[in-house]
């Protein structure tokens, strides 16, 4: 039974390892005629590759995706699309002293208990590696969606990393993409940020982060109620991507603390004719449905497993062990996730736009 694949309509299915020759996705369901080549899809693989900057893992690799399938003439066909990765960066042999260890905070063990082998270079299957080509078939869903809802736009960003957290008042979407960190701050709150951070580096140390990300210009009425809500769908796909261990949609937990009468996103009509909202306590989504204010989704990523202070743990022989795990690292994994959540959301931002056109078409519910 295959567990590699995800969405309804427009499917992703991904493969490769960490330290294979190469990795990438299968997209089938992409409707046809959609304008993509290679170039447009590198865009945004060239946001997640590592190596860039010394705030991430110094893996060296290009990423440089190939299309094998699905395209021609420069649009989509409607056939399955096939994109491809090759690895050129791998140094395998960090790995070799833990081939019969268990990393704390990795999947080795899981792995192992599970299907009774493991790929350790690098984690194989479960290494963060594998999002290359969730970014890959996200570039390929943002194109859909220009042809499909035209200016809808997607950006995530981090809120948090460690003990330092984004200044909401002192917001800035136009600073997300001029420092390393993906923050909406500017560049002086940057500079803090990989201050904090290469000094975990140095104390050979990681740390965790918090992940927005936001979806404009989405039409009121898509998502399904019960078992295909569009936040359903949306949180799974963030809770999917590696080293995630919380999601939020909205105010998410936050939401406890507050009454009723200040959670209620107030409804009033605008001078468009159309619905608008007080605030969006909801993040955009009511019972599972879309209400057209911005998609908002948050996750928290935990601190880089694999780090070069010594941790306790045990061989597949059970025998006791300290652990250092060598190699290149990220110090905080959450830089790098903001591309992954971006095309995450793309995905299923489609998936469910191709749902709802193909049950509903357009919207049947008329107000005013």
């Keep these: 039974m295959s567990m590699n694949s995800f969405g309804h309509l427009f499917r992703v299915t991904t493969w490769g390892e960490s330290h294979g020759p190469a990795l990438g996705a299968t997209v089938d369901g992409c409707p046809p005629e959609v304008p993509v080549t290679p170039e447009m899809l590198q865009v945004w693989l060239d946001k997640r590759r590592p190596g860039q900057n010394k705030n991430t893992t110094q893996r060296n690799e290009p990423d440089a995706v190939k299309i094998l399938s ?80 035209p200016g809808l736009e997607i950006k995530g960003y981090m809120t948090q990393m460690g003990d330092l957290e984004i200044d909401r008042d002192q917001f800035d979407w136009d600073a997300i993409d001029q420092n390393d960190f993906w923050i909406p701050q500017g560049a002086d709150e940057a500079q803090k940020w990989e ?71 107030e409804i009033y009509m605008g001078n468009d004719g159309q619905p608008r909202y007080s605030s969006n306590h909801a993040g955009g989504i009511l019972g599972g449905i879309s209400t057209g204010q911005d998609v908002v989704v948050r996750f928290a990523v935990k601190p880089t497993s694999s780090i070069l202070t010594p941790r306790q ?17 990220d110090p905080c994994v959450g830089i790098r996730a903001v591309p992954v959540a971006e095309a995450m959301m793309a995905c299923v931002i489609l998936d469910h736009l191709l749902l709802h056109r193909g049950q509903i078409g357009e919207n049947r519910g008329q107000i005013g």
Excluded at 97 to 110: E, L, N
Excluded at 208 to 233: C, F, H, Q, S
Excluded at 313 to 329: L, Q
């Design 195 to 265: 201050d904090y951070l290469q000094k975990l580096r140095k104390d050979h140390d990681s740390v965790g982060a918090v992940i927005e990300v936001v979806a404009r210009g989405v039409p009121a009425g898509i998502g399904a109620p019960i078992y295909n809500k569009l936040d359903t769908d949306l949180a799974a796909a963030m809770m999917s991507i590696n080293a995630v261990k919380g999601v939020e949609i909205g105010e998410g937990m936050a939401a406890a603390r507050l009454k009723g009468t200040e959670n209620a996103d």
């Design 70 to 149: 699905g395209v021609f003439e420069g649009k989509t066909t409607g056939t399955p699309v096939q994109l491809m990765i090759e690895n050129t960066d791998q140094r395998s042999k960090d790995y070799g002293d833990i081939a019969q260890t268990f990393r704390p905070g990795h999947a080795d063990i899981t792995y192992h208990q599970k299907y009774g082998n493991r790929d350790y270079r690098g984690g194989g299957r479960s290494s963060a590696r594998e999002t290359a080509a969730r970014v890959a078939a996200g570039g390929l869903a943002r194109e859909a969606i220009k042809a499909i809802v």
């Design 313 to 329: 743990s045990i061989r597949k022989d059970g025998t006791p062990i300290e652990v250092v795990t060598k190699g290149r690292h």
